[in-house]
């Protein structure tokens, strides 16, 4: 296989340069690398489209993530918070206990409401944690992302559009926080005279007189207006085509450019998987920047950050995994070129694997596919667990054994596994006579003066033939006594303490 120089530049021989000398090929070079970083910028709105639209538009992931918002610990204290406040705002608590208190303690009502009060928000994250809370809010979850493309047309029990504005109701959250709390029944009237004619004519005065909308219900939170939902929905619909589109176009000028760069495509698919890796890096980046930038400028109440960094953590985890998936492929891209690159260790490892490319290549196969079904059955990144990426990633794989067997096959027809053995056997003595005869060379110059660092260089590769096995312990004290011994004494001759 061709090879580049240590420039990087493709080796070609005077016979394959193209008419017209260098510029024809700093043109393609330039032409190749253009390509290579339109690959990666299609790549980064690539990984966040595919990351919206499973996100988004994926029942399960939806449905998974919402509850592990609520699970996590930072976001209940957050929510029970909002609910306890929504629920002594709800009920005057101060005054029906003075209306159950007898009268001559009925002063201390206040002062059980505010207790009260402190208790529910320590209540309330308990509350939430239970299965029946995390049961129903996962299920509304579901149903209500089975609706999310149809919301401005119709409504849910947990999302709602009326009044023009999208909502997230607690009320079921409000209800269960209540009912620990013995005020099921007060909430429950509240709420009845909310919704009927006294309440409208209540909302009515203070629509009238501030100019704002007062939601009927409690526990209430407006996610988006209509007009903001309708940008939403036109964004998520081209999200849909986009989450196809663009990672297909990534994948073919990566494959474009590996093509054109005949003659040196070893160093184009090294390219590839440095590119992977930079288009991780670029989001994994992206998302801790703009996240702190998000919160800080969003949340303006600094007890609500950490609730908010969770909320934005949890929601990106998909986003965090498929950037970690491109790092770990643009590694395996990077190493594959390695090995068949031109450097010693490469050299030797294709060396080592060509008879059982040869002789054995089935067992080399299932192997292959072996390590591919433990990966499967893992799962670390999304892509593992989707057919179609596995299927990619076993044609990849194929490709690269059949690659390495020809080329092994070249290189090495008659390899056999004596000569693997011979050849580390040769290597290690070589490493052995290497270093014991630096530690020679630093003991004749710690005999002629040379100082202490030639002595210290001398121990230093004594230690590493030691710790690689090379030396038994006898020999490691003999060689080093014989390097601490003073000038005119015989190397490995015992010492006479």
């Given at each position: ?366 192997t292959a596919g072996l390590a591919l079904l433990l990966l499967v059955v893992w799962g670390p990144f999304p892509s593992t ?112 303490d």
């Open positions: 296989m061709p090879e580049s120089s240590e420039a990087g530049e493709p080796a070609q021989s005077a016979a394959e340069q193209p008419p017209g000398g260098v510029r024809p090929q700093r043109s393609r070079r330039l032409l190749i690398d253009s390509i290579f970083a339109l690959a990666v910028v299609v790549g980064v709105f690539a990984v966040l489209a595919v990351w919206v639209h499973r996100q988004v538009l994926d029942t399960n992931n939806w449905t998974n993530t919402s509850s592990q918002l609520l699970a996590d610990p930072k976001i209940q204290t957050a929510l029970g918070s909002l609910l306890v406040n929504e629920l002594f705002n709800s009920v005057d608590v101060a005054d029906e206990l003075k209306s159950v208190l007898p009268s001559q303690v009925s002063g201390l009502a206040a002062p059980a409401a505010a207790g009260l009060r402190s208790l529910a928000i320590q209540v309330a994250p308990q509350v939430l944690s239970t299965s029946v809370v995390q049961n129903a809010w996962r299920q509304a979850n579901r149903a209500a992302q089975l609706e999310l493309l149809r919301i401005l047309n119709g409504g849910h029990r947990t999302i709602t559009t009326n009044n023009g504005v999208v909502s997230l109701q607690l009320h079921p959250l409000l209800a269960q926080l209540a009912a620990q709390l013995g005020l099921q029944q007060q909430l429950a009237t509240v709420q009845s005279n909310l919704e009927g004619s006294t309440g409208a004519a209540a909302r009515g005065a203070v629509q009238q007189k501030l100019g704002v909308k007062v939601p009927a219900p409690s526990g209430s939170i407006v996610i988006l207006r209509s007009s903001q939902l309708k940008s939403a929905q036109n964004i998520v619909k081209a999200i849909r085509g986009l989450a196809f589109v663009l990672p297909a176009l990534a994948i073919l000028l990566f494959i474009l450019a590996v093509w054109l760069a005949e003659g040196w495509r070893r160093v184009a698919v090294r390219m590839t998987g440095w590119c992977l890796i930079g288009v991780g890096l670029i989001v994994v980046i992206a998302r801790r920047v703009l996240g702190d930038a998000l919160v800080s400028s969003l949340v303006k109440v600094p007890s609500n950050k950490p609730a908010v960094h969770q909320v934005f953590n949890i929601g990106t985890t998909l986003l965090y995994d498929t950037a970690i998936a491109l790092i770990t492929y643009g590694l395996a891209l990077v190493i594959a070129a390695w090995i068949a690159g031109p450097t010693r260790p490469a050299h030797g490892l294709r060396r080592a694997l060509a008879p059982s490319l040869r002789e054995h290549v089935a067992y080399v196969y299932a667990r989707q057919p179609l990426p596995v299927i990619g990633i076993a044609i990849l794989l194929a490709l690269g054994i059949r690659a390495l067997r020809g080329m092994t096959g070249q290189e090495f027809p008659d390899a056999q596994m004596e000569d693997l053995t011979g050849s580390l056997r040769d290597w290690l003595s070589t490493r052995r006579r290497s270093l014991l005869s630096g530690v020679a060379t630093a003991r004749q110059a710690g005999a002629g003066g040379g100082g202490a660092d030639e002595r210290i260089a001398g121990l230093e590769r004594l230690a590493d033939l030691h710790n690689r096995g090379a030396l038994t312990d006898e020999e490691f004290r003999a060689y080093k006594a014989s390097l601490l011994e003073p000038p005119g004494k015989a190397p490995g001759a015992p010492s006479t």
